[in-house]
Structures are given as structure tokens and as C-alpha cells.
T-cell receptor, first 112, second 113 residues
Framework: NAGVTQTPKFQVLKTGQSMTLQCAQD?????MSWYRQDPGMGLRLIHY???????DQGEVPNGYNVSRSTTEDFPLRLLSAAPSQTSVYFC???????????FGPGTRLTVT | DQQVKQNSPSLSVQEGRISILNCDYT??????FLWYKKYPAEGPTFLIS?????DKNEDGRFTVFLNKSAKHLSLHIVPSQPGDSAVYFC????????????FGGGTRLMVKP
């Protein structure tokens, strides 16, 4: 099992550019989510999904879109990047019965 | 306003001694609490959890204590080891399905040999 994988590991964007952060898991987990980590703020939930075709907003959803067409993949889209979106992004998943999340290694995004 | 707070950004402890990491929360609806450990350039990994119906949970060297009346939880690591040096996040959940976790800001623990 590869667990939760994220690509790319690092990305630099200019303000206004768009991009998609990829997340995949091979554990057949129903639940997947995206968090961003900022210094002193801990991890904040952006969006989550409880299964294919179902997504919902977390604490800080503005500026981000998600979709869940398969159980394995949960991409995060930035339509028009802003410097405030400079952060480390973590994807996480869990099975319906588990109480805790498995996290990916993260994507460090810088928006200039 | 942060609903989960870790007021100590860093903690330094000698190897073999006890490490105590603290976490306070404000939302009385939180009923499940978790601790995660994070090494640099890696994602957080689950460490230990506790339900609000308990006041203590142990797993080897790690013990979590919950004081509901004070809205306070703590993680004890005994004995501390240099490999425990990492950032520790506490997290809380209040929705029945556990779909939304609220994290604290983290405490960096340094265990000196």
C-alpha cells in the first residue's frame, strides 16, 4: 500500500494562475479531506468528501474547489491563486470505521 | 477565534524525563480528542485519542488525560526519547460522524540526549 500520495511536493505560482493539487489513496477509504497548515494556526479543513460524488465545505473553503469522481482521487483546485494561499497542503483519508486520519506527505505551495 | 489552543509553541525536555503537552478547547460540543505527531517534511501521524466519556487513555509511553470541566487535555510522554522530537498537534471533533476535525496550533517538542 502506498497510502495517501500527493503531487507535486513543491509548487510556485504567480498570482492569478490556476493549478490542481493531486491526492490519491489506495486504501479504499470513503472519507477524504484537504487541510492547509500555516504557522501558529495548526491545520485547517478546506473541503472534505464522504464518498464518490459527495463533497462539502470545511472551515476555509474560499478560493478552492474539489470534486470526487472516484473513491481513490480527491483533487484540490485553485482557480486564481492569491498570496494568501501560500501554505502547506495536506490530504488525508480514513475508512468509515476508523476514528483517525491518514495524512499524505504534503504539498508546499508558494504564490508570488 | 481558535477553538483549540496549544499555548506553548515549544517545549524542551531531557531524555528520560516526562514531557507534558497541553491543549485547551472552548467548544463544549467537542466529544472526541486526538493527538498527532509531525516530523519535518512529513504528514502528521496519529498518536493517541480519547473519548469524552473517559478521562484517561494509555498507549505504551503515551497517556492522554481529559478534564472536561476545565476543557483541558494533556499528553504525557514517559520516558521521553530523542526520537519523540517533533511537532505535536491536538485535535477535537464534535460532529457525530467525525467529519470535521479542529486542530490546535501545535507544540514543538525537543528531547535532548
Amino acid at each position: 500500500n502506498a497510502g495517501v500520495t500527493q503531487t507535486p511536493k513543491f509548487q510556485v505560482l504567480k498570482t492569478g494562475q490556476s493549478m490542481t493539487l493531486q491526492c490519491a489513496q489506495d486504501m479504499n477509504h470513503e472519507y477524504m479531506s484537504w487541510y492547509r497548515q500555516d504557522p501558529g494556526m495548526g491545520l485547517r479543513l478546506i473541503h472534505y468528501s464522504v464518498g464518490a460524488g459527495i463533497t462539502d465545505q470545511g472551515e476555509v473553503p474560499n478560493g478552492y474547489n474539489v470534486s470526487r469522481s472516484t473513491t481513490e482521487d480527491f483533487p484540490l483546485r485553485l482557480l486564481s491563486a492569491a498570496p494568501s494561499q501560500t501554505s502547506v497542503y495536506f490530504c488525508a483519508s480514513r475508512s468509515g470505521l476508523a476514528s483517525y486520519l491518514y495524512f499524505g506527505p504534503g504539498t508546499r505551495l508558494t504564490v508570488t | 477565534d481558535q477553538q483549540v489552543k496549544q499555548n506553548s509553541p515549544s517545549l524542551s525536555v531531557q531524555e528520560g524525563r516526562i514531557s507534558i503537552l497541553n491543549c485547551d478547547y472552548t467548544n463544549s460540543m467537542f466529544d472526541y480528542f486526538l493527538w498527532y505527531k509531525k516530523y519535518p517534511a512529513e504528514g502528521p501521524t496519529f498518536l493517541i485519542s480519547i473519548s469524552s466519556i473517559k478521562d484517561k487513555n494509555e498507549d505504551g509511553r503515551f497517556t492522554v488525560f481529559l478534564n472536561k470541566s476545565a476543557k483541558h487535555l494533556s499528553l504525557h510522554i514517559v520516558p521521553s526519547q530523542p526520537g519523540d522530537s517533533a511537532v505535536y498537534f491536538c485535535a477535537a471533533s464534535g460532529d457525530n460522524a467525525g467529519n470535521m476535525l479542529t486542530f490546535g496550533g501545535g507544540t514543538r517538542l525537543m528531547v535532548k540526549p
